[in-house]
C-alpha cells in the first residue's frame, strides 16, 4: 500500500515550458487535490476533483489544468511555466469530503522555473 | 485566502518539555484538523475535531476547540526530538476544501 505517489520529485523548467505532475492514490479515494505550498504561507489549493472525470477550480487555478481519467490518478498540468510558478506541489487524497475525512498527501513535487 | 492563522509563528523548546501551538480562524466551520510536516516532506494528519466537539487526545497530542473564540489549540506533551517539524491547522466549511494556516515551526532541542 503506497498511499499518495508524486512524479516526478524535483524539476527545472525554463519560463514558457510545460510539463505534468503525476498523483496516484491506491487507496481508492473519491476526493483529490493539488496544492502548491510557498515559503511562510499555508497550502493553497489549485484544483480538486470530487470523482472520476470531474474537476472543479480552487483558490489560485489560473495558468494550472487537470484531469482525473482514472479514479486514481490526477494530473496537473503547466501549459506555460511562469516563474511566479516556483514552488511546491503537493497532491492529497481523501475517501469523502473535507466536512468528515481526513486528507493523505504526497511527498511533494518541487518545481523551479526560471 | 487564508482562514487559519497560527501562533506562535516559530517556537523552539526543550526535550521533555510541553508545546502549545494556537490557531484562529474567522468564519464557522464543520472540523478543524492539525497536520504536521516535517522537513522536505508530505503532511500527515494528526487529529480531527468536530465543531461540537470541545477536547480530542491522541497519545500525547491535546486538541481543543474553542467555537465561541474561533480557536483551537494542539498541546504536545512531553516532547521528542522527532516531534522537530512544522504544523498547520486547516479549517473545513465546505465539503470540497481545507483552508490552511501558515503553520508554527517547533523546534525541539536535545
Known amino acids: 500500500n503506497a498511499g499518495v505517489t508524486q512524479t516526478p520529485k524535483f524539476r527545472v523548467l525554463k519560463t514558457g515550458q510545460s510539463m505534468t505532475l503525476l498523483c496516484a492514490q491506491d487507496m481508492n479515494h473519491e476526493y483529490m487535490y493539488w496544492y502548491r505550498q510557498d515559503p511562510g504561507m499555508g497550502l493553497r489549493l489549485i484544483h480538486y476533483s470530487v470523482g472520476e472525470g470531474t474537476t472543479a477550480k480552487g483558490e489560485v487555478p489560473d495558468g494550472y489544468n487537470v484531469s482525473r481519467l482514472k479514479k486514481q490518478n490526477f494530473l496537473l498540468g503547466l501549459e506555460s511555466a511562469a516563474p511566479s510558478q516556483t514552488s511546491v506541489y503537493f497532491c492529497a487524497s481523501s475517501y469523502r469530503g473535507a466536512v468528515s475525512y481526513e486528507q493523505y498527501f504526497g511527498p511533494g513535487t518541487r518545481l523551479t522555473v526560471t | 485566502s487564508q482562514q487559519g492563522e497560527e501562533d506562535p509563528q516559530a517556537l523552539s523548546i526543550q526535550e521533555g518539555e510541553n508545546a502549545t501551538m494556537n490557531c484562529s480562524y474567522k468564519t464557522s466551520i464543520n472540523n478543524l484538523q492539525w497536520y504536521r510536516q516535517n522537513s522536505g516532506r508530505g503532511l500527515v494528519h494528526l487529529i480531527l475535531i468536530r465543531s461540537n466537539e470541545r477536547e480530542k487526545h491522541s497519545g500525547r497530542l491535546r486538541v481543543t476547540l474553542d467555537t465561541s473564540k474561533k480557536s483551537s489549540s494542539l498541546l504536545i506533551t512531553a516532547s521528542r526530538a522527532a516531534d522537530t517539524a512544522s504544523y498547520f491547522c486547516?479549517?473545513?466549511?465546505?465539503?470540497?476544501?481545507?483552508?490552511w494556516g501558515a503553520g508554527t515551526k517547533l523546534i525541539i532541542k536535545p
Open positions: 486547516a479549517t473545513a466549511d465546505s465539503n470540497y476544501q481545507l483552508i
